[in-house]
């Protein structure tokens, strides 16, 4: 019996990195939708193919979120940050 590649559906998952976020946000029992995990933190989104995890948790060096399909072989990881909007003058 041996391992199998791949992540299965559900599963927690951690991103590292630089600059992920400019903040570090956690996800408390106050956060929850519905027993759901929210899909962005602060100003930060991640989609891994076609699917927007659920967050944990996310800092300027790591991320970590919940899968909802599995996910195999070569996927496509998008971190999209907000830019705070500027006053108008």
Avoid: C
Avoid at 28 to 44: C, E, H, I, Q, Y
Avoid at 61 to 81: K, Y
């Amino acid at each position: 019996m041996g391992y199998q590649a791949g992540v299965p559906p559900n599963a927690w998952i951690t991103i590292f990195g630089q600059n992920l976020a400019a903040t570090t946000r956690a996800v408390t029992t106050s956060g929850l939708k519905d027993n759901t995990f929210p899909t962005t933190r602060g100003a930060v989104s991640i989609k891994i193919d076609t699917d927007i995890p659920g967050f944990l948790h996310i800092g300027q060096l790591r991320a970590a979120v919940q899968t909802a399909g599995a996910l195999q072989g070569n996927i496509d990881l998008q971190l999209q940050q907000r830019r705070p909007r500027k006053p108008e003058m």
